[in-house]
């Protein structure tokens, strides 16, 4: 059964994950947060007509080095988009942002099965992606 993008919910959407027995759970707005190798957050945006899939992570480094991991990050991935966040962490860290959204048609229904494997795929796509092009082992 699929389930359109309004009847999409945190708690909906982390009983999915829990049947497939992957560790997730819901932050303080309610969106999911899948828990494996690296953190996923799903987030359903009925308005915009899509859903939004982002992990993020610091990384302690001067902000050309990464800006450059994301450059190539980007040069070889299309279905996901790195970008270093502008505000700089206590101690000197710098947030990226690797995220891809997914547009969904008004009557287009996401099946259970679909979102898991599309969050295990960008897990993959996102990890491969930094050991592939972190030449100078930022992460």
């Not at 699929?2 to 819901?26: H, N, Q, V």
């Not at 480094?61 to 505000?87: G, I, K, T």
């Not at 547009?103 to 969050?119: F, T």
């Amino acid at each position: 059964m699929g389930y359109l993008l309004s009847e999409l919910t945190g708690p909906l959407m982390k009983s999915w994950f829990d049947a497939a027995f992957i560790d997730c759970r819901l932050d303080r707005d309610g969106d999911l947060v899948v828990e494996s190798r690296i953190k996923i957050i799903v987030t359903p945006h009925a308005d915009r007509k899509l859903i939004h899939f982002f992990a993020l992570f610091s990384v302690q480094c001067d902000r050309l080095a990464v800006l450059e991991v994301c450059n190539r990050f980007n040069r070889q991935l299309v279905m996901v988009r790195a970008s270093v966040l502008n505000d700089q962490l206590d101690g000197g860290s710098w947030r990226l942002m690797f995220d891809h959204e997914k547009y969904l048609l008004e009557s287009e229904a996401l099946d259970p099965k679909h979102l898991v494997r599309l969050v295990r795929k960008l897990e993959e796509v996102i990890v491969g992606g930094i050991l592939e092009v972190d030449d100078d082992d930022l992460f």
